[in-house]
């Protein structure tokens, strides 16, 4: 039966979870923070993961941005295709959602044009980058993510061969995380995307860092990855802040997906502790 989905209330939905994504980090990453204070045994660690925690706490009260980069917004969206969008374009919807997010929630505008000749502000944070996928039913689940910079310019991309197996995917990711140190804010979350190909990977990597914190891939060779690359990337001892000490990663994350036999692809999208994300389903 097609059930019909008013355009407003997608605009309406988009600008609600990105005022939530920025004000109010998820329980399950102050939920690991708090952990990883416990396990940190670098008093420079505890005093930055401290100060983090503190900061995330007074946003959520003060409803103020808890980073001063408030991102690029990111959608993934899975659209029932027995509902039908009224009333508006499904995409002018979700911008002007972000508009009025970024405009009167004083968020920072972040977007530019055109990234390569002049460089001008959009002066509204959008367009939002949409991805969109068909599924059976009549809902729209929104997921939305305000995605930073000084993390997302430290990730990265590669083709291995399908001889470099699980130990040229750990060589790369560890290169990776050691190659940002510092510059992406840690502790980080950490998506790893493996298969299809270079684009899909790269979709898959920034998908994963939407799971919750503490929930394995589902599959018990990938959820062995997972717990060993955590435990490799810290004990690079880059530490929170970049300024030393075992807690640089809160989470690896990944996703994998059929590929050509030819082929590894594996992109590496790293995020800052202000996992920024939120979900809502209309």
Known sequence: MIREIKAEKIKD????????ANYEIGTDVLRELGLSLK???????????????????IARQDRIAMCQDTGMVVLFVSLGQEAIITGGDFTEAVNQGVKEAYTEGYLRKSVVEDPL?????????????IHLELVPGDRIKIQVMAKG?????????KM????????????????????????????????????????????????????EIGCP??????????????????????GPAGLG???????????????????????????????RHAAAEI
């Open 13 to 20: 939905t988009v600008k609600r979870l990105l005022l939530q």
């Open 39 to 57: 396990r940190e045994e670098s008093a420079t660690g505890k005093s930055v993961l401290q100060q983090i925690i503190d900061n995330h706490r």
């Open 217 to 238: 891939n589902g599959d018990i060779h990938y959820a062995a990855l997972e717990k060993e690359l955590k435990e490799r990337v810290n004990e690079l001892g880059i």
């Open 245 to 275: 000490g075992r807690i640089t990663a809160l989470a690896v994350n990944v996703e994998y997906y059929p590929t050509h036999i030819a082929g590894l692809p594996v992109v590496v999208n790293i995020n800052c502790h202000a996992a």
């Open 117 to 129: 000749f002049g460089r001008k502000n959009t002066g509204d944070n959008t367009p939002a980058v």
């Open 149 to 157: 910079f000084g993390s997302e310019n430290m990730s990265r991309g």
């Open 160 to 211: 291995l061969l399908p001889s470099a197996g699980v130990q040229g995917v750990t060589d790369f990711v560890i290169e990776t995380v050691q190659k940002a140190g510092p510059n992406p804010c840690p502790p980080l979350v950490i998506g790893v995307g493996i298969g299809g190909t270079l684009d899909m990977a790269a979709r898959l990597a920034k998908i994963s860092l939407l799971r």
